[in-house]
Nanobody, 122 residues
Framework: QVQLVESGGGLVQAGGSLRLSCAASERTFSRYAMGWFRQAPGKEREFVATISWSGAYTVYAHSVKGRFTISRDNAKKTVYLQMNSLKPEATAVYYC???????????????WGQGTQVTVSS
């Protein structure tokens, strides 16, 4: 099975930047589309970004478009989320997930990491 481990979360001031990483334990990592989701307390888990296995296709939530960038390094079996111009509403637990297709719909993702906390202060 695929094991995913997120890292890079923390506390950052509004307007600052963070880069999240998600490392996979599976040799077939390059054949999976990867996604980032986030969940704030009392809110449902929401889509942030996804990237195809080749890296050629990406989709972003409207709320982060132009500020966040998803990328992947298949040699390192790692997917990244670069977050710039962070706003307090970005405060959430961020989850990495793997899917056979690069979609925004949460139920297409088969494997999930444990999440990493991102807190943006105002």
């Amino acid at each position: 099975q695929v094991q995913l481990v997120e890292s890079g979360g923390g506390l950052v001031q509004a307007g600052g930047s963070l880069r999240l990483s998600c490392a996979a334990s599976e040799r077939t990592f390059s054949r999976y589309a990867m996604g980032w989701f986030r969940q704030a307390p009392g809110k449902e888990r929401e889509f942030v970004a996804t990237i195809s296995w080749s890296g050629a296709y990406t989709v972003y939530a409207h709320s982060v478009k132009g500020r966040f960038t998803i990328s992947r390094d298949n040699a390192k079996k790692t997917v990244y989320l670069q977050m710039n111009s962070l706003k307090p509403e970005a405060t959430a637990v961020y989850y990495c997930a793997a899917s056979t297709t690069a979609q925004a719909q949460i139920n297409v993702y088969d494997y999930w990491g444990q999440g990493t906390q991102v807190t943006v202060s105002s």
